[in-house]
Nanobody, 122 residues
């Protein structure tokens, strides 16, 4: 089992920044890639960003490309999501996920965190 705990969410004005963290514990050796997804009220959970185990390759949704940066610190078993130039449409619950492959497909991830709320006011 792998446990994932997100932190760093909150309320921010449009144009502002936030950094989300996801700390992994448990059998972390059994997972490789890490991803961030988000879910707004009444919408499906959608892909935001993913990073390979080494951190050498990253993937982003078009809607966040150029504004968000995913990174990881394997010594700390932690993945980060730096969010800049936030927009009201970025408002959602953000979830961290772990799996074998860095992919945009949520059903490929094995473990999920409980989520952290991000609210961007206009």
């Amino acid at each position: 089992q792998v446990q994932l705990v997100e932190s760093g969410g909150g309320l921010v004005q449009a144009g502002g920044s936030l950094i989300l963290s996801c700390a992994a514990s448990g059998r972390t050796f059994s997972t490789g890639a890490m991803g961030w997804f988000r879910q707004a009220p009444g919408k499906e959970r959608e892909f935001v960003a993913a990073v390979t185990r080494s951190g050498g390759t990253t993937y982003y949704a078009d809607s966040v490309k150029g504004r968000f940066t995913i990174s990881r610190d394997n010594d700390k078993n932690t993945v980060y999501l730096q969010m800049n130039s936030l927009k009201p449409e970025d408002t959602a619950v953000y979830y961290c996920a772990a799996g074998w492959l860095a992919t945009t497909q949520k059903n490929q991830y094995l473990y999920w965190g409980q989520g952290t709320q991000v609210t961007v006011s206009s």
